[in-house]
């Protein structure tokens, strides 16, 4: 089952002499479940694309199907709801609420969305996550990987369709890199979350089950390992 369709994405910035394709004519598809690093040099298009799939950026052309949703065709407010319930957006520097406690940033999709957070709900993601012991602290009494892994949370708590990570080790050491990956995959394997990941990372890259190259805007390689 395809919870992703993406038909002739194009993203142009600017016109006539400056105008920039930054996507040209990307399509793919991806199954539920599928673990896939989306990788190319710097000025490709792959964190416009995310940025288009995650619902933050809109393309000039082309559509994006997730869970049967075409977003494309979503009005801003309707979108902001779709957004909130089906995708979880990881970034580099976790964006994090600094006054606000590791339980209070996990529930915060929630409270957003006018639901009140499970208790059982929250106990259970925070042991998945390792933050059992962090519930109460801040986020500047975390460690940057602890920090990374309350924004995982974050993104998880809604259950989303679509778990997208931009560079999320990008701001990470190797041992934190190392335990972010083994837990992506981890939420991939045991509990069937799609995830798509941008990355310079050649770990994540090698652990994928499918690796998409683009290069100035379109694919090169889409390769299942």
Request: aromatic share 4%; hydrophobic share 40%; no cysteine.
């Amino acid at each position: 089952m395809n919870i992703l369709e993406i038909n002739n994405l194009t993203k142009i910035y600017g016109k006539g002499e400056t105008e920039v394709r930054a996507l040209d004519g990307v399509s793919f598809s991806v199954e539920q479940g599928e673990f896939i690093a989306i990788v190319g040099p710097s000025g490709s298009g792959k964190s416009t694309l995310l940025h288009i799939l995650g619902g933050v950026d809109v393309a000039t052309s082309g559509s994006v199907i997730i869970n049967g949703t075409d977003i494309s065709k979503l009005d801003e407010t309707a979108l902001a709801i779709f957004r909130r319930r089906q995708i979880g957006l990881i970034y580099q520097f976790y964006n994090l609420i600094p006054i606000l406690t590791v339980e209070e940033n996990l529930t915060l999709p929630l409270l957003l969305d006018g639901r009140k957070p499970d208790k059982e709900q929250i106990d259970v993601l925070a042991q998945k996550l390792g933050l059992s012991k962090r519930l109460s602290h801040l986020p500047s009494e975390l460690s940057g990987g602890q920090q990374q892994r309350v924004s995982i949370g974050r993104a998880l708590i809604n259950n989303p369709a679509l778990l997208l990570a931009d560079e999320p080790t990008g701001n990470l050491d190797s041992e934190n890199s190392r335990e972010i990956v083994e837990l992506l995959r981890k939420l991939n394997k045991e509990y069937k979350q799609t995830v798509i990941i941008i990355t310079h990372d050649e770990r994540i890259a090698l652990s994928a089950d499918r690796v998409i190259a683009i290069q100035d805007g379109k694919i090169t390689r889409d390769e299942v390992r």
